[in-house]
């Protein structure tokens, strides 16, 4: 299971508030992954983490995954 958080806007993504807070939430919910904007984290998570920066690359993790 993958979890998305991108934030969109035109082709870009960008960052997201309290994006570890997010992804501990998806982890106990049973997320083994995510696919998240490209950007700084504090602290670890449980998650395989696939950073993208643009809509193309979150499609591609998608498919890939």
């Known amino acids: ?13 960008r960052g997201v508030v309290d994006l570890e807070r997010r992804l501990e939430e998806s982890s106990r919910l049973g997320f083994k992954q995510a696919i998240i904007p490209n950007q700084e984290l504090h602290g670890q998570t449980k998650l395989t983490l696939h950073k993208v920066s643009s809509v193309q690359e979150a499609v591609d993790q998608t498919i890939a995954s």
Do not use: A, C, G
Request: glycine fraction near 0%.
């Open 1 to 13: 299971r993958t979890f998305l958080i991108p934030w969109m806007q035109s082709s870009e993504v």
